[in-house]
């Protein structure tokens, strides 16, 4: 059997449907994931009972596979009386995950703003909100935005996992239009694909931001291309 | 009768899991770890197709859900070349395959990272290929790469859960059987992520150890 993409013609509409069940999913998490992550971030900077907790969060988020993850809240809270549907499950999941992995990114640009910056606020006579929304956030998310991207975009490669709570996103829509043509080859290495090439144009939208947002600092040019990182992949 | 409480045989079935959870693991890291760094080493070299060949390949590898590479390889595979997989064998291919593309760009970066003029002097001194990238690049490289490849490594243990989907009984699936006879999810899941948590951490914990005394070796070298 030839290697042949043309089977995949008369089952197009399905997966774009699927996919763009993937994008709302996608789009929704990492709204939460960005949430969450910046607000972690800022309560693990700190010493006290909070920061401990926050890092905690993250550490068990961070060392739980992904599956496993989806599979507690979606078998396991209904035991307990909380019943969420697949495609809510699939944004809290990924929102969840996100804001863990997003969340020591922001950290470490939180550490990495110059004290005296804060200090040179503090003095001025700002308020601690205003110091954190004017001078603290505005900083560390410039310099997070690439590793931020990154933790977002391996996201997106996650919510494929989302398939197997019953959830028909492009990869559940993909098995289908495999066992209806048993051509799975062909499906598979066209998703693959597609997978791909979104995330590199993902990788070179953030690179472009990245670049605008950090267009006054001189010294502040990370190497090009490293957008998507190896750490920070949910699985 | 349905015997649906927990017994001591379901501690056997997860002990069980977790050993073939961290089995696949370390074969597929160290095939993953030998692939990567071999083809970091053809393309610090330049030669020529093979270098953008695999870099290719090896991207499209890091930027695409392991969960269509597995099925790609148990499902699609078999349908070209007629001729059946093991869920093993298909996890295995698939898996080291994905830790080569990860350890391929640490090991670029790496590689990249040990200066031009050492390996002027090393060529300058008559020195081969093979003992340039034995005593030269290797152990420098392997110095900047190991806090990545560490967490490459946490990772790389917890994307293993996804083999369960072609039917590996790893840990996940040791879960999703106890799942099903016991009718208790919150419990059995619960304990998976315990027993996954744990192996994490501890394999951090060792990775840690392993960084801090290849560092104490290459600090005096102001590395």
């Known amino acids: 059997m030839p290697f042949d993409l043309t089977v995949l013609t008369p089952h197009l509409d399905t997966l774009l449907a699927g996919a763009l069940l993937t994008a709302e999913v996608c789009a929704l998490g990492i709204v939460g994931a960005f949430t969450l992550a910046t607000a972690l971030g800022l309560l693990a900077v700190g010493r006290g009972w909070a920061g401990r907790l926050a890092r ?36 809290l999941a990924l929102g969840l995950v996100g804001g863990a992995y997003g969340s020591d990114v922001v950290r470490s640009g939180i550490l990495a703003i110059e ?33 931020l991207g990154s933790v977002f975009v391996n996201l997106v490669l996650s919510s494929s996992i989302l398939s197997m709570i019953t959830l028909d996103e492009v990869t559940g829509t993909a098995r289908g239009v495999a066992s209806e043509t048993y051509r799975p080859f062909e499906v598979y290495a066209f998703l693959l694909a597609a997978y791909a090439g979104l995330t590199y144009a993902v990788s070179l939208g953030i690179d472009a931001l990245h670049r605008r947002l950090n267009r006054h600092m001189a010294e502040n040019g990370a190497a090009p291309g490293a957008t998507h990182g190896v750490m920070g992949r949910t699985a | 009768m349905r015997h649906a409480g927990f017994t001591w045989h379901d501690g056997a079935l997860l002990a069980q899991g977790l050993a073939v959870s961290l089995g696949l693991f370390a074969g597929t890291f160290l095939i993953g770890l030998v692939l990567g760094s071999g083809a970091a080493v053809v393309r610090h070299f330049r030669v020529p197709a093979l270098g953008t060949l695999l870099h290719t390949g090896l991207e499209l590898l890091r930027n695409s859900p392991v969960l269509v590479q597995l099925f790609l390889v148990f499902f699609g595979v078999p349908a070209l070349i007629h001729q059946p997989l093991t869920p093993v064998f298909a996890a295995g291919l698939t898996l080291s395959a994905n830790t080569a593309a990860f350890v391929y760009f640490i090991a670029v970066a790496g590689l990249d990272a040990v200066g031009r ?49 072609i039917g590996v009984v790893d840990l996940t699936k040791a879960g999703d059987i106890l799942n099903l006879r016991t009718l208790r999810p919150f419990a059995v899941w619960a304990m998976v992520g315990v027993l996954y948590f744990a192996a994490a951490k501890t394999l951090t914990l060792l990775g840690n150890r392993w960084e801090r005394r290849l560092r104490a070796h290459a600090a005096p070298l102001g590395l």
């Open chain 1, 115 to 147: 004290p005296g910056v804060v200090e040179a606020a503090k003095v001025s006579g700002l308020s601690r909100l205003a110091i954190i929304r004017r001078v603290v956030l505005p900083i560390a998310l410039r310099t997070a935005i690439r590793p």
């Open chain 2, 117 to 165: 003029d050492q390996v002027e002097a090393a060529r300058a001194f008559g020195l081969s290929r093979v003992q340039l990238v034995r005593h030269i690049l290797g152990p420098q490289a392997l110095a900047f790469a190991v806090a990545p490849l560490v967490g490459l490594a946490v990772n790389q243990l917890q994307v293993t859960s996804l083999v369960s989907v």
């Open chain 1, 56 to 91: 905690l969060y993250v550490d068990v988020f961070r060392n739980v596979p992904f599956v496993v993850q989806v599979f507690f809240l979606f078998y396991g809270l209904p035991e307990v009386g909380v019943y969420i549907d697949a495609f809510w499950t699939g944004v």
